[in-house]
């Protein structure tokens, strides 16, 4: 089952913070965040696993609440470079293995930052 | 360093047709897996496999095979392909199963 994001687009202009969220309906393991630009394969901004660990990509941070089963990613003084399609992708927390591979994104963000 | 190579980069085929996207990398990676892309539906999962000899189903398997004879080696087998099947594929690996993935430049396929 696809996590799923809000909101459905964003557009900023250059300078503005932005929040994008990313939901599921099941226990989580990890979260994973990609950037993909268009005509281009997704690129990997940072993975969080349960824990409620914060981490941060240049001025990209994202927070994961396991028990919310709920991820954001902050996007501070947004840069026209950070323009594209954000997808979160989750794997399941598997209660005797504790893990699984199956990472499935959802549906994606278009964000556009403008001058 | 070439990572995650995929090709063919655009195929063109009529209903029923078969055919086989491939997929190499030369990171030795444990972990692969192949995505569709549609728009407004995000990337899916088609198939992953954990290791060679190691495959499993993702969210929308149905119509497509894989194997993972080798370690470097994931193929898409299309069996009878069908207009829906129209899509951007990428394929993705990663060092271990929960890791940052590397993602081929695509293939984009069109079944008339």
């Known amino acids: 089952q696809q996590p799923v994001q809000s909101p459905q687009a964003v557009i900023l202009r250059e300078g503005e913070d932005a929040v994008i969220n990313c939901s599921s309906s099941?226990?989580?393991?990890?979260v994973h965040w990609y950037r993909q630009k268009h005509g281009e394969a997704p690129v990997f901004l940072m993975i969080?696993?349960?824990?409620?660990e914060q981490k941060g990509h240049e001025k990209i941070s994202a927070s994961f609440n396991e028990k919310k089963q709920q991820s954001s990613l902050y996007l501070t003084a947004s840069q026209l470079s950070y323009s594209g399609t954000y997808f979160c992708?989750?794997?399941?927390?598997?209660?005797?293995?504790?893990?699984?591979?199956?990472?499935?994104f959802g549906k994606g963000i278009t964000l556009s930052v403008r001058p | 360093n070439a990572g995650v190579t995929q090709t063919p980069k655009f195929q063109v085929l009529k209903t029923g047709q078969s055919m086989t996207l491939q997929c190499a990398q030369d990171m030795n990676h444990e972990y692969m897996s192949w995505y569709r892309q549609d728009p407004g539906m995000g990337l899916r999962l088609i198939h992953y496999?954990?290791?060679?000899?190691?495959?499993d189903q993702g969210e929308v398997p149905n119509g497509y095979n894989v194997s993972r004879s080798t370690t470097e080696d994931f193929p898409l087998r299309l069996l009878s392909a069908a207009p829906s099947q129209t899509s951007v594929y990428f394929c993705a690996s990663s060092r271990r199963q929960i890791g940052e993935l590397f993602f081929g430049e695509g293939s984009r396929l069109t079944v008339l």
């Open positions: 969080l696993l349960k824990g409620g």
């Open positions: 496999s954990v290791g060679a000899g190691i495959t």
């Open positions: 992708g989750t794997t399941p927390l598997v209660r005797y293995t504790g893990a699984n591979s199956k990472l499935t």
């Open positions: 099941k226990a989580l393991y990890s």
